[in-house]
């Protein structure tokens, strides 16, 4: 029998079908198992890169990443990254996260150690492009109007967007966007000094 | 499944590019066409990605045309192309990890493409390998176009700006291409989701218009015969 006659066959169709959904699972599994590494190298490279965007130039100079200690925050554990400048504690840098329009948005965001913010940056973020996409710094500089603030400065219930009585400024056509991020720095900051002991001393 | 009589090769370029455009002809891809022309730089770079899909599904398509049986061939090339988008977007993700940084919002967005299942099941399915890479990359091409496009005219009412950002996409020799009218807020309603309709809809009259024109100066070529009524 040629192929022409077997492929109307009623068994040929699943046959098929199963074939190619094990061929492409097979293709999967093999691109997944050799671009892990390279992609988990890739991805310990940003996190250095961001480290060291977060903070001033020149206010740490230890390893951050080797530096860490570990919390829960929201039921979840989180790793923070602390910087010293020879052995004193200046500073750490930890990861906080907020629905934003379209998904989380992973904010990176460094505090010293009297609770000021230092800097923070977005790491990730499925934001609508030339909308919300202006949260990270290479498309505006809005990320930075955080440096400098902390609990106090401006008063806990400043702490949102322009629209919701705040001070941060929200973008032409995307307010849930920036709001998501000033929550998660806010949410990060309460989450310091509610445990500022054990970041600082574990 | 049967073969048809292979195309010529220029003719595939003319169809992708213009005649069968996918955005302004067949009206496929809506979704991303919509979703990220709010600038030309980001229906530059949804293009770019889409046509190198494109490309490979067409010859992964192709290749595999005569196994296939027409009953279940959609969910045949779905698997496909979803395992190839994944794929592409790990290597990607691992190896090109600075051009991935730009590209990889888009990647996820193409899987959702129909574009692509619609030229494999149009044109993959039925013609050879190499026919079906060029036809992939006219088609692709053609889209590239018509996002840059869309995306050119929502950013230039929308933003008063022309391909900002395109160094952060192209590399920092393309940022002559970057342009800011002074002194023009925006409106924000082009780079809205209506704002593209819109756009897309004035596009599309506007190449309406063009081939009607060109029909009616064809027909109204043979001198004798045909007296135009009007001009």
């Known amino acids: 029998m040629n192929l022409d006659a077997i492929r109307e066959k009623l068994g040929y169709q699943p046959v098929l079908l199963g074939v190619v959904a094990l061929v492409v699972s097979g293709a999967l599994a093999l691109a997944a198992t050799s671009t892990h590494d390279a992609i988990a190298a890739a991805e310990a490279a940003d996190l250095r890169n961001s480290l060291s965007d977060v903070l001033p130039k020149g206010f740490a100079d230890n390893d951050l990443v080797k530096d860490v200690v570990t919390l829960q925050y929201k039921d979840k554990p989180l790793t923070i990254y602390r910087a010293r400048l020879g052995s004193a504690l200046k500073g750490v840098v930890f990861q906080v996260s907020e629905r934003g329009y379209s998904g989380e948005i992973l904010v990176l965001m460094a505090v010293d150690v009297d609770g000021k913010m230092l800097g923070a940056r977005v790491l990730k973020h499925t934001e609508t492009p030339g909308l919300g996409d202006k949260i990270e710094i290479a498309k505006d500089k809005w990320i930075l109007s955080f440096n400098g603030k902390s609990l106090g400065e401006p008063p806990a219930d400043k702490w949102g967007v322009k629209k919701d009585g705040g001070v941060f400024d929200q973008f032409a056509g995307a307010t849930i966007t920036p709001r998501a991020v000033v929550k998660a720095v806010k949410g990060g900051m309460l989450f310091f000094s509610e445990h500022k002991a054990e970041i600082l001393g574990g | ?231």
Request: positive net charge; aromatic residues 6%; proline residues 5%.
């Open chain 2, 1 to 231: 499944m049967a073969d048809s009589k292979a195309p010529a090769l220029g003719n595939v370029m003319k169809e992708g590019l213009w005649g069968q455009n996918v955005v302004f002809s067949q009206l496929l891809a809506m979704c991303p066409a919509m979703a990220v022309t709010t600038s030309g730089t980001n229906g530059l770079g949804m293009g770019m990605a889409t046509t190198a899909v494109l490309i490979v599904s067409n010859i992964l398509v192709s290749m595999i045309r005569h196994t296939v049986s027409s009953q279940v061939r959609i969910p045949v090339f779905v698997v496909v192309i979803a395992g190839l988008v994944t794929v592409v977007d790990m290597v990607l993700n691992a190896w090109m990890h600075d051009l991935y940084k730009v590209l990889g919002l888009f990647i996820a967005l193409i899987v959702v493409n129909c574009a692509i299942l619609g030229r494999a099941e149009a044109f993959a399915v039925k013609n050879g390998v190499l026919i079906s890479a060029v036809d992939g990359l006219a088609m692709g091409l053609g889209f590239t176009g018509a996002l840059t496009v869309i995306g050119l005219v929502r950013e230039f009412f929308g933003a008063g700006t022309l391909f900002s950002n395109a160094s952060g996409l192209l590399g920092p020799g393309f940022a002559f291409l970057e342009m800011k009218l002074p002194g023009y807020g925006g409106a924000l309603l082009m780079i809205l989701p209506p704002g593209g309709f819109a756009v897309l809809g004035f596009l599309l009259a506007g190449k309406r218009a063009m081939e009607l024109r060109q029909a009616r100066l064809a027909k109204a070529a043979p001198p004798p015969a045909a007296q135009p009524s009007h001009c």
